[in-house]
């Protein structure tokens, strides 16, 4: 059974700091992209960080660029956003997200978090 399981969400100030986790089960995690999403109320969820399946190559949403880093344990199975100079506007649900991409025209593996909830308010 898939899993992907989000942590350390929570309320900070402005300009503070936090590490969400995300640990995954049931799939090869070590095979798979991996990418941090988010959704503020009213609006779309948006790509916030990915880092491709060996953690060499990473890249970000330009609003987050210099402020947050994405990160992986293959042995750890686990996914990492380092979160620093928040913003208020950084609130937001925050996923995690597996995907790995399939030959012959096959859809790919894709699998959600339930969420974490991440809120920038003095």
């Known amino acids: 059974q898939v899993q992907l399981v989000e942590s350390g969400g929570g309320l900070v100030q402005p300009g503070g700091s936090l590490r969400l986790s995300c640990a995954a089960s049931g799939f090869t995690f070590s095979s798979f992209t991996m990418s941090w999403y988010r959704q503020a109320p009213g609006k779309e969820r948006e790509l916030v960080a990915r880092?491709?399946?060996?953690?060499?190559?990473?890249n970000y949403a330009d609003s987050v660029k210099g402020r947050f880093t994405i990160s992986r344990d293959n042995a750890a199975n686990t996914v990492y956003l380092q979160m620093n100079s928040l913003k208020p506007e950084d609130t937001a649900v925050f996923y995690c997200?597996?995907?790995?991409?399939?030959?012959?025209?096959?859809?790919?593996?894709?699998?959600w978090g339930q969420g974490t909830q991440v809120t920038v308010s003095s």
């Open positions: 880092i491709t399946s060996s953690g060499g190559n990473t």
């Open positions: 997200n597996a995907n790995k991409h399939r030959s012959w025209g096959l859809p790919s593996y894709d699998y």
